[in-house]
């Protein structure tokens, strides 16, 4: 009988946390274990190898908890390190293991939401500088013309509580701006930070008429449920008892309020050290 463990889904900070809602919302029999490594956040703006060393270290402790599948509920982290992971580590020690990214899933989609088949991107600088989604969505779509904006003062904003203030409203207003003038045929706009569907309703709220908003988490959702059902050898080995544990690599307290903006329901951590657990 194979060992069964939870389905590990991980972020630098709180923003997974709207992937994770979403994924347990679909799928609430499986178990979860979800890691903010908050002590090292943010990601956007560190170099590929920084991003991609952080996320290999909490992918390895994942599978030390036994999690034979974990989603990298990070656009920085699957834009930097997430192919790495695939190609170097996994074939090399953890051959039966599993890393999945919030890109692919939501690349494959994109398609479906516009009708001028010009499409804006709205993320952090590693995201945008990486070229992630241009590559992506040109595989899946290549008609499809891509215009994208760094935003990054939204996950400081967000993460210090500042969301809803003027400022907040100062840099959604600038970045939207930035984006729309670079062509006045984008009709759909993807938020490709998981931190970024707080501040959705800004988002629309400033946008003209017919510009679709489009979040990641329930898409993420779905296409893990697809992915389950069409790798049953990985889906036996993922637990079911319905239990979400957390952990981040800071303080606790600080996680506890803020997960509960994202996840929109209390949550308990638990801190974890890597320095002790890898």
């Given at each position: 009988m194979s060992i069964k463990g939870p389905i590990g889904v991980f972020d630098s900070g709180y923003g997974g946390l709207t992937v994770l809602k979403e994924i347990v919302k679909?799928?609430?029999?499986?178990?979860?274990?979800?890691?903010?490594?908050?002590?090292?956040?943010?990601?956007?703006p560190r170099s590929f190898e920084t991003v991609y060393h952080y996320t290999w270290e909490c992918v390895q402790w994942f599978f030390k908890q036994g999690c034979s599948l974990v989603i990298l509920a990070c656009n920085?982290?699957?834009?930097?390190?997430?192919r790495t992971i695939q190609q170097n580590n996994?074939?090399?020690?953890?051959?039966?293991?599993?890393?999945?990214?919030?890109?692919?899933p939501t690349t494959e989609r994109i398609g479906e939401f516009t009708k001028t088949g010009e499409v804006g991107i709205l993320g952090t600088n590693?995201?945008?500088?990486?070229?992630?989604?241009?590559?992506?969505?040109?595989?899946?779509?290549?008609?499809?013309?891509?215009?994208?904006?760094?935003?990054?003062?939204?996950?400081?904003?967000?993460?210090?509580n500042e969301y809803e203030t003027e400022g907040a409203d100062f840099f959604v207003n600038k970045y939207l701006k930035n984006l729309l003038n670079q062509s006045n045929k984008i009709d759909t706009i993807l938020l490709a930070c998981t931190h970024y569907p707080l501040l959705k309703s800004k988002f629309e709220q400033l946008l003209p008429a017919g510009v679709t908003v489009i979040s990641q988490g329930d898409i993420v959702a779905g296409s893990l449920a697809n992915y389950l059902k069409r790798h049953p050898e990985i889906e036996e080995k993922c637990s079911k008892n319905g239990k979400i544990v957390f952990y981040t690599t800071d303080s606790t307290?600080?996680?506890?309020?803020?997960?509960?903006?994202?996840?929109?329901h209390t949550v308990t951590s638990n801190h974890l050290d890597l320095t002790l657990n890898l």
């Open positions: 679909l799928l609430p029999a499986y178990d979860y274990v979800y890691l903010g490594d908050n002590a090292r956040a943010p990601y956007g920085t982290a699957s834009a930097k390190a997430l996994l074939p090399d020690k953890w051959a039966g293991r599993r890393v999945l990214g919030v890109i692919r590693g995201t945008v500088q990486s070229g992630s989604y241009v590559i992506e969505i040109e595989k899946f779509f290549p008609e499809i013309k891509v215009y994208q904006q760094a935003c990054p003062m939204l996950v400081p904003l967000i993460e210090n307290e600080d996680f506890n309020k803020q997960a509960t903006t994202f996840y929109g």
